[in-house]
């Protein structure tokens, strides 16, 4: 059986060694009864596919996901190196 | 004057196609040269090398990158350079450019760097193979980076790597991966230089700011850090102009 901790770590290598996600920024939080993601990704795709991967490897677990987007505008400052 | 962007772990793909444009289009009014930090790609494939030049290629102020541990992905590293360089971007693995930038040489080195952590935590080089063989590569690395560092004559020195010279970028990862996202080595490197900035990623969960033992200003130019196309630095300035309206 696969104790919370080691569920977690699952979830980790899920998310990197997956050949449609391969994501090492994102946070796994376990709450009473449900998963919390967090971190950021670069694109709505890859958010939704996390979220997909994970329901579908541990159909069990309630998952909640609070990853965001990367914003991507231009600077406004810059900032003196000395 | 010279005007610095700079981002790292972009991991472009299909569908960031056109995300950083907008902002990148606005680089020649803003800096003279932007530097990514690796991490280019999701896979380290030759077709998302491709979308990586199609996104970064052809913008008007020189590019100059390094990869990081997802362009190992798929084993292609050489391939994938090729693509990047064929975009006319230059991509140092322990190796140095200088830019000539308003009558200023900039000189950037750069590497992609490796693990094995800091002073406190850090492997050591005995024990297995395999251990050894860990250490040996974080050591390589650094080799070569302070070579190239040292190889260039210029008015402004910087490192460009993936992996992290400093812990204090990395305050907000957990502890336990600092030696996976890291090593002293590196730091020790830009510090014979020395630099007058290194520039490095792999950490999104790190910090911005930090400085080397030896007082090199460091910057984690990871995208979700810096949460923005880029950041822009100064050097050799005369006055300080923290506005980048008319920046040229």
């Known amino acids: 059986m696969t104790s919370d901790t080691d569920l977690e770590a699952e ?11 391969a994501e090492q920024g994102i946070t796994v939080q376990r709450r009473d009864h449900l998963i919390v993601l967090g971190g950021e990704v670069e694109s709505p795709q890859r958010r939704d ?9 541990f159909p069990d677990l309630e998952i909640t996901c609070d990853i965001g987007i990367t914003r991507a505008q231009a600077p406004s400052e810059v900032e003196e190196i000395s | 004057m010279i005007r610095i962007a700079a981002v790292g772990d972009v991991h472009v793909d299909k569908d960031v196609v056109g ?42 102020v020189p590019v100059v990158v ?40 900039l000189g950037i080195a750069g590497t ?13 080089n005995f024990g297995e193979r395999e251990m050894k063989d860990f250490v040996g590569t974080a050591e390589r690395y650094a080799d070569d980076l302070e070579r190239a560092l040292k190889s260039v004559e210029c008015d402004a020195l910087v490192a460009l790597t993936h992996y992290a010279p400093v812990p204090e970028t990395l305050v907000g990862e957990p ?16 510090d014979a230089a020395p630099a007058a900035l290194a ?17 090199v200003p460091v910057r984690n130019v990871a995208h979700p850090v810096i949460k923005q196309a880029y950041n822009v630095y100064q050097l050799l300035s005369e006055e300080v102009d923290t506005t980048l309206i008319g920046a040229r």
């Open chain 2, 175 to 190: 502890l336990e991966i600092y030696a996976f996202l890291g090593c002293y080595q590196l730091g020790r490197s830009i």
């Open chain 2, 112 to 124: 992609k760097g490796f693990g094995g952590g800091f002073a406190g935590a850090c492997a050591s």
């Open chain 2, 19 to 60: 995300r950083y444009r907008p902002a990148l289009e606005e680089l020649p009014d803003r800096a003279d040269a932007l530097l990514i930090a690796g991490d280019l790609t999701r896979h380290g494939t030759v077709d998302e090398a491709k979308c990586f030049a199609e996104e970064f290629g052809g913008l008007g």
């Open chain 1, 49 to 57: 596919e996390i979220c997909r991967q994970i329901t579908a490897h």
């Open chain 2, 199 to 215: 520039l490095h990623g792999h950490a999104h969960h790190g910090s911005e700011r930090g400085r080397t033992p030896g007082g």
């Open chain 2, 66 to 105: 390094v990869l990081g541990n997802h362009d190992h992905q798929s084993d292609q590293q050489d391939e994938l350079t090729k693509v990047i360089e064929d975009a006319g971007i230059t991509v140092l693995e322990g190796t140095a450019t200088v830019l000539e930038i308003h009558g200023h040489r």
């Open chain 1, 11 to 21: 979830i980790q290598r899920l998310l990197t060694e997956h050949d449609r996600i």
